[in-house]
């Protein structure tokens, strides 16, 4: 072989070499697929994924069923060029920058435990929303979710301390204890009526300056107190974006009859405690789930119209809901065949 011969064959080498290795770097990039779909009228490993217990139920059929996404990647677990690059040609994977997943002020752990904390509120709001739209009367509180160092709230006010009056006004709204406390002067003390370990006691806290005028360095959150027991079980599912399928789950358990007709419906969007529905992401990974898993009706955020009609799977109909009250009435009018129902329009 030839000095020109040689050269060119050990550059040829050395570039696929080099091209291979390369492929095989970690990017920062998150693969998004489609994941698991669970039917909230159904089980997930034997279990009810909703049980209701202190109240009446009804036998239902039909499937609605929540979706979710699936990531491969991560800080820790980086995927390399060559999957990213697969992912890019898939049209059902979604390949995004990391930080669009964990952001780089948050671990992965924090991540993780924000998308459980979601999952856990979201089936709160889901049961009150249901209950809501079925004019059953629930209690709602206010609670302290945790207390600020160094301010006069700590060691005085306990995380799960129920608070039931301020100055011995009673508390219906976390506004309420906040118009409260800003009736005192920084330094004044204020005297909260709570309810701790289910003992009525009083608690004086003085008061600080903060931005908006005086604090007495607490955290607060709304918490509810539901006439029945409501249990959901959905294995490692996190985030928000199920409450909408779950309130639709209880709500169908809790009423005589069938909601759905028999028909297989999936749907997203987070829920709060009043029904109204929210965006969510990764809609293009969820409606793929959804039609392999067999449905052939999707509930779609009024906020998520305009990107689920753009790639929308064939076979899927999408239903725009803005409340969880419109997507019972689609629902109703679906399985009876009248009214109307609100399709996703076209750009």
């Known amino acids: 072989m030839s000095r020109r011969g040689l050269t060119l064959t050990v550059a040829g080498v050395l570039t696929l070499l080099l091209g291979g290795a390369g492929a095989l770097l970690p990017v920062p990039y998150v693969a998004l697929s489609p994941g698991p779909t669970e039917n909230t009228l159904g089980d997930v490993k034997g279990k009810p994924v909703i049980t209701i217990t202190g109240h009446q139920t009804y036998p239902t059929s039909g499937k609605l069923s929540l979706v979710t996404v699936a990531y491969q990647g991560g800080p820790g677990a980086r995927i390399d060029l060559l999957t990213a ?3 890019w040609m898939d049209p059902n994977i979604a390949v995004v920058p990391e930080e669009t997943i964990f952001p780089k002020t948050v671990s992965v ?5 924000q998308n459980t904390q979601e999952m856990s509120s979201s089936q709160q709001d889901a049961t009150a929303a249901a209950l809501n739209e079925l004019k059953i ?3 709602v509180i206010v609670a302290v979710g945790s207390t600020q160092k160094g301010k006069p709230a700590e060691g005085k006010l306990l995380p799960g301390d ?3 009056t301020v100055d011995g006004a009673p508390v219906r709204t976390i506004d309420d204890v906040s118009a409260g406390v800003h009736k005192h002067k920084v330094g004044q003390e204020v005297e909260f009526g709570v309810v701790r370990g289910g003992k009525p006691m009083k608690v004086r806290v003085g008061t600080v300056a903060g931005k908006d005028g005086p604090i007495v360095g607490m955290i607060m959150g709304t918490q509810f107190k539901f006439p029945f027991t409501v249990n959901v079980n959905v294995g490692d599912v996190g985030g928000p ?3 909408l399928m779950f309130s639709l789950g209880i709500y169908d358990k809790l009423t005589p009859g069938e909601l759905t007709g028999g028909k297989s419906i999936a749907g997203t969007g987070t829920i709060t405690p009043d029904g109204k529905v929210g965006p969510i992401g990764g809609i293009q990974q969820k409606m793929i789930g959804a039609r392999d898993a067999g449905a052939t009706i999707f509930l779609t955020p009024a906020d998520n119209c305009g990107d689920a009609i753009q790639s929308v799977p064939k076979g899927l109909r999408l239903v725009k809901v803005s409340t969880m009250h419109e997507a019972v009435q689609a ?3 679906l399985r009876t065949g009248s009214g109307q129902v609100p399709g996703c329009p076209v750009r």
């Open 137 to 139: 009367p629930i209690k």
């Open 85 to 87: 690059l697969r992912g």
């Open 162 to 164: 129920e608070i039931a």
């Open 331 to 333: 629902i109703n009018a």
């Open 241 to 243: 974006s199920a409450g």
């Open 109 to 113: 752990k924090e991540v993780e435990q």
